[in-house]
């Protein structure tokens, strides 16, 4: 789950780290009686989950508190990759001498936490990776021991050179991987973390993305989750109980069972087709569920072919059979829909599809083979 900057900021502050002010606002006028506040010079950020905002027209300067309110005003009403503004963060302005990176997230080949910085901060990581990769340093943190305070101070000495900055660094470093640690987050980032004209050392920006399975004994946390700001399949699924990851490609795949799931999706590549998402109904037998899966399947526009693949235990065939034939009745479905089931009630199961017009296999190998050759 992402969480916004303004929200990210919050976790920042209640480890005691160095992170600018701000309020949020959700119309122009009330972002001028905050700016007024500050004496007009404010900057003014969309609150969206997406990267590359200042790029966007997102981030915007004011001189005055007009110029805060008019700033306002255009990025309230934009689209910021597909996601629409409704609420801005206002914060003083900031004098900016220098801009550095630090971020850190769960890195799966080492099992570790890996702290990483760089200099070449207020830019996009990913680029600076790919350009320049020397400039960012990395740091694997065994999580038995946490990191020490000399490892902060060695990172932050990539960053800043005057001794006073290096420390507050330093200090900023452990507090993020604190924050990090103690709510249960997959990634935890600072871009830019800045030097100011003054010398002081400042998160100005904050991304945090909380691993999902945390959130159960978090509730605080989960209660922070905003829907509006969500893909609409994904939190659709959610709602129903039903596992959903959007892909590229598009075949609509509809299994029981996450691993039946991702070797379905294996299948569909190793026969040249691509997988338009990864979806497991669960082991519960309920037509409702594969209702909600279709409809879900069916609003991507790019699913030419949706593919179900059932292996029946808990799951009873004939209900998968239900929910497909109620699912025709309720939407329109323009793709073909190619089947294979197999186990309990699966004889049940495939006379309710001949009644409704449809047939069902049995070898996964032939059905998925379909399923890509109508995809073209
Ligand atoms: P992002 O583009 O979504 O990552 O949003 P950021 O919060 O990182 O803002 C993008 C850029 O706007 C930063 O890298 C800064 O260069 C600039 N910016 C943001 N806040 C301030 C500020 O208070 N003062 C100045 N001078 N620039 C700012
Ligand atoms: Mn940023």
Redesign the pocket.
Known sequence: MNLH?YQAKELFRAAGMAV?PGEVAGDARAVRRIAERWDGKV?V?AQVH??????AG??R?ARTAGEAESSAEAILGMEINGLAVERVLV??????AS?AYAGVLVDRDSQCPVLMVSAE???DIEEVARDNPDAIHRLHVDPRYGLMPHQAFGLAGKLFRDPAQRRQGARIIAQLYQVFVENGASMAEI??LIATAAGEVLA??AKVSLDDNELFRRPALAALRDPGSEDEAERKAREKGLSFVRLEGNVGCCVNGAGLAMATMDLVKHCGGEPANFLDIGGSSNPDKVVAALEIITADPAVRVILFNIFGGITRCDDVARGIVEATRRIEIEAPIVIRLTGTNERLAREILADAGFAAGTSMDEVVQEAVRLAG
Not at 50 to 55: A, D, N, Q
Not at 91 to 96: A, M, R
């Open positions: 900057e600018n900057v950020k997406s990267g590359g905002r200042g790029k997102g981030v300067l914060s003083p302005l900031e004098e900016i801009e901060g207020g830019v871009n830019p100005i920006d």
